[in-house]
């Protein structure tokens, strides 16, 4: 089964929680893949390198190592949507807004959290929210297969 993670460049957020979930995945198998998209790629052109310094600084202390060459964000696209069993926005105060004007037959489905960018949640915080968020997400996903 498939399972996508949105925010808005894929770049910090939603990176993290794929490359953490696929790590975790590899020691304990739930039979669900991660994938991450953005929904607004194109606003990342300042981002530096294909993931988040904040990203890969905290993937690190909880032990995963990034496949090199690291891909480059990916915008999501419809077929993203269709193609996974679940869907989860990082923050539902600036991810709601954007899947409802962008993808609207998606916007009731996806599972919108309230994981905060740089600026408006200190990084450290966010980590430990979204580690915490994913690793429960696991069980409850584990648990509904």
Request: glycine share 8%; aromatic share 8%; hydrophobic share 40%.
């Amino acid at each position: 089964m498939r399972l996508l993670f949105l925010c808005t460049g894929n770049y910090y957020r939603s990176r993290f929680a794929e490359e953490l979930w696929q790590h975790l995945e590899s020691k304990a198998p739930s039979g669900w893949r991660a994938e991450s998209r953005g929904l607004f790629v194109g606003q990342g052109l300042a981002n530096v390198g294909p993931i988040s310094p904040y990203a890969r600084h905290a993937l690190g202390v909880e032990g995963v190592r990034l496949s090199e060459p690291v891909r480059p964000p990916r915008q999501v696209e419809n077929d993203d949507f269709a193609g996974c069993s679940h869907i989860v926005a990082m923050s539902e105060s600036e991810h709601r807004g954007m899947v409802q004007s962008l993808f609207p037959a998606w916007a009731s489905v996806v599972e919108y959290w309230n994981i905060e960018d740089v600026g408006a949640c200190p990084v450290q915080t966010a980590m430990k929210e979204l580690s915490m968020r994913v690793c429960e997400l696991r069980l409850r996903l584990g648990r509904a297969r």
